[in-house]
């Protein structure tokens, strides 16, 4: 479960990166980016993270234990 739970996190991490990655790119363009749907990427990439950040460490304290 706790290979499965790294995995998933290390998913999670990558769809975050892809999210900034888009923000930066609609920035960098002619015709710029959507404020709502810019702020809307970076906060979800922020959760994505929070939750990778957090199934991470539980799979490693289920380990220990």
Not at 22 to 50: F, K, Q
Request: hydrophobic residues 65%; glycine residues 12%; proline residues 2%.
């Amino acid at each position: 479960m706790k290979v499965l739970m790294k995995i998933v996190a290390t998913l999670f991490v990558a769809i975050a990166g892809f999210l900034v990655y888009a923000v930066v790119n609609a920035l960098a363009s002619a015709g710029g980016a959507r404020p709502g749907v810019a702020v809307g990427y970076v906060a979800g990439a922020l959760v994505l993270g929070a939750v990778a950040v957090n199934m991470w460490r539980k799979s490693s304290l289920r380990g220990a234990r």
